[in-house]
């Protein structure tokens, strides 16, 4: 059973810089299409960016899109999210998750086409 473990969360300033990291287990990740997901309290789980297996297309959601840069390294089994300018409504946990199924060209963004997910990383921009 493949495990996805987050890290890389904090607390920053608005304005400011992470890089968030998923590292997951097994020796098949570069099969598979990740994702990033964020939720904040009180509402729904909510699609930042995803890369497909190859790493050659990548794609955001509109608030996020020429801020966060999404990307992987299939030689160390991680998926990175980079997020410039950081805003207080980019306040989340983060997630990364698993398409279930390999070598897929297709760009999801519903949770429920994922179907591994890690434990999340919390990141808190304050204003």
């Known amino acids: 059973q493949v495990q996805l473990v987050e890290s890389g969360g904090g607390l920053v300033q608005a304005g400011g810089s992470l890089r968030l990291s998923c590292e997951a287990s097994?020796?098949?990740?570069?099969?598979?299409?990740m994702g990033w997901f964020r939720q904040a309290p009180g509402t729904e789980r909510e699609f930042v960016a995803g890369i497909i297996w190859s790493g050659s297309s990548t794609y955001y959601e509109d608030s996020v899109k020429d801020r966060f840069t999404i990307s992987r390294d299939n030689a160390r089994n991680t998926v990175y999210l980079q997020m410039n300018n950081l805003k207080p409504e980019d306040t989340a946990v983060y997630y990364c998750?698993?398409?279930?199924?390999?070598?897929?060209?297709?760009?999801?963004?519903?949770?429920?086409?994922?179907?591994?997910w890690g434990q999340g990383t919390q990141v808190t921009v304050s204003s």
């Open positions: 097994g020796r098949t990740f570069s099969i598979y299409n």
């Open positions: 998750a698993r398409r279930p199924t390999p070598y897929s060209g297709n760009q999801s963004k519903i949770p429920r086409d994922y179907a591994t």
